[in-house]
């Protein structure tokens, strides 16, 4: 990975191809290469219906005067990034290309509410879930409520998740809820979902980010400061969440986060910073405990104990996640890769993570019906 | 290429998923495995919106019974198919997997002819032509007007091609439009954007069509018929027509042309018959010249004479071509390929072309500003 960038997050005025040449041309300019280096694009989005343009790549690549360059769109619900990511890392490493764009964006907030909620209801198992009225803050609620139930943890538990990430996305000038929150905030906020509130909900935000990927050797030709893919992997779970086992772990996670350790040939105790899919609070706990950080039933008493701040155990989360920095679906899972870019090349300001040498990134689709892990080494 | 399978096309009454499920069985029965052989799902797909399911790949996958298997979809506008086709492809040939679902449905018509081509004018590039009432019938309009003008072609012309898709559709009992039609009635026909009438264009159809792809030593195991893929290519055009210097050709389909027949290592005399993009009866007429089967501006003429019928010089869409075996968007670069499939393992009934062994399939996203080609070879 030899340049990363991304657009703000939060409401967005320009349209969805102006957000993606936003960030695509800050990744550009970070890799030290021209948009004519570029030999495929790969871009994940999902609604692009919404400002009426899909069939995206030929677009993007016209204007950044490159129209001969080929190009697709990749989507996977709220996971679509790192999917994505993981298309354009396989053909790399295939030796189809040697440099890339992969880029993520979604526009959707102009939507309003409503029309982003019934969207994104599309994203479940529509005919099990949205079309029933299982909405997603429905079925995380559920998920919460049987974790709480299993492991004894408390609203106040799923609350310290919303308040560390707050914390961290203060400190990322990108991030689209930059706002100190308390426990008590969290606690007193509209419920959403019994046991959810509001604030332990991500926001819908527009925004996009973009990784320049390339080979090992166009990397090191560069003289650049690059960050190395050793792991990735991909999961599946039953597509409704009533049609799984347990519903307080995801097995998609589980899956991908054991191939991308595998190939990474490393363990969760090695890992010194993650990015992961906190959609809802009790996502990230549930989450931290399927990548292997914590022990199953654990992951609550640890946040409380701040084992996941900036300053602890395992950070999670530095860029605010979800929850602060913001969740434009089709962006979200580069936007991770970003911030491993950013930590791993100085760039991260005051939220860096000391002495980090590996960083995974989980992101994943809908109820995590689809999910994909990577795992990041700093090169010195 | 070990199975091939197909919906009907056409307007269907089942769910987007339902229809994905009959065509994913169907290949599955066709190459002789079981859902739990498969490894990865690749689906293509534009307007999973219109039937209100995106996601799609954990959906089938747990309707198939392996809600385990990771899977994507790939979006390219009308040339989804091909290009999922060629990542799911390049994931084979670089070893991540044995054997993958490729799988493109769409369902579109219950939005009725107003609301999808609104959907389908967000393929183009919006900002330059379909925000600015240039649609697709217009734009291919123009592409006719100035090949007719350069070449010396006539309305007549355009209408063989029709008249030709519809000889072979009616052969083909997947078919969205299956009736014999003349010059004349594609002449008398109702005037959509002139020079193109209505039976110059191509219809709106629900649909799925799916193949299993594999690697050689799986094939080889399954002692059973199979499909080799031995060239495939994609390309990229300027996005909105009037960026291109000479809009009667298509570079996505020269670039994409140039790379299969090279990795094939053949010429386009060698191929015996092709499957290509006629959205409109002049995309036809461009596809040919730029596929290589004929010299610039003489398609036309060619066409006239009988060359690109089933028994002609090089045959060309044997299945009746978008023009009447239909236009499931998302579908259509794999029903080429189930095409192929089915001509090579004797299973095109009447519309068989005999003694075949290299086919070529064709097929590009709007007005073609993507575009892929995938080469096969009969196996014995």
């Known amino acids: 990975m030899l340049g990363a960038g991304s657009t703000k997050y939060g409401k967005l005025n320009e349209s969805i191809i102006e ?143 919303a308040v560390k990430n707050h914390e961290n996305g203060i400190l990322n000038p990108k991030a689209h809820v930059r706002r100190k929150i308390t426990v008590d905030d969290v606690l007193k906020s509209p419920v959403v979902a019994s046991p959810l509130k509001l604030y332990d909900c991500c926001p819908f935000s527009d925004g996009a980010s973009a990784v320049i990927l390339c080979n090992e050797e166009y990397a090191k030709k560069s003289a650049r400061p690059y960050v190395e893919v050793i792991g990735s992997g991909r999961g599946a779970s039953p597509a409704a969440v009533q049609a799984r086992e347990d519903i307080t772990t995801i097995p998609s996670t589980v899956a991908a986060a054991k191939q991308a350790y595998k190939m990474a040939n490393i363990a969760p105790k090695d890992i010194d910073f993650a990015e992961v899919h906190d959609c809802f609070t009790i996502a990230e706990i549930i989450d931290i405990e399927d990548l292997g950080f914590f022990p199953k039933g654990t992951a609550a008493y640890s946040i409380r104990e701040g084992a996941t701040r900036r300053n602890g155990e395992i950070p999670i989360n530095p860029s605010g996640g979800l929850k602060s920095k913001g969740h434009p679906i089709g962006a979200t899972g580069i936007g991770q890769v970003v911030e491993v870019f950013e930590q791993f090349t100085g760039k991260a300001g005051d939220r860096e993570i000391r002495n980090a040498e590996y960083a995974l990134t989980h992101n994943f689709g809908a109820t995590g019906a689809s999910a994909a892990v990577h795992i990041f080494r700093r090169m010195e």
Chains 1, 2 share one sequence.
């Open 19 to 161: 957000i993606a040449l936003n960030a695509s041309k800050d990744a550009i300019d970070s890799a030290g290469i021209t948009p004519k280096d570029i030999q495929a694009g790969y871009i994940s989005n999902v609604f692009g219906v919404a400002d009426r343009q899909v069939h995206m790549a030929p677009v993007i690549m016209s204007n950044l005067g490159i129209p001969h360059v080929p190009g697709l769109t990749i989507e996977s619900a709220c996971g679509s990034g790192s999917v994505m990511f993981r298309e354009a890392y396989a053909n790399i490493a295939a030796g189809f290309y040697d440099c890339v764009l992969a880029l993520g964006v979604e526009k959707i907030t102009h939507t309003g509410t409503t029309q982003s909620t019934t969207l994104f209801s599309y994203c479940s198992d529509f005919f099990y879930e949205g079309g029933n009225g299982a909405s997603f803050p429905g079925l995380f609620a559920s998920m919460a409520r049987v974790y709480m139930t299993a492991y004894k943890a408390s609203e106040e538990d799923l609350a310290h998740v």
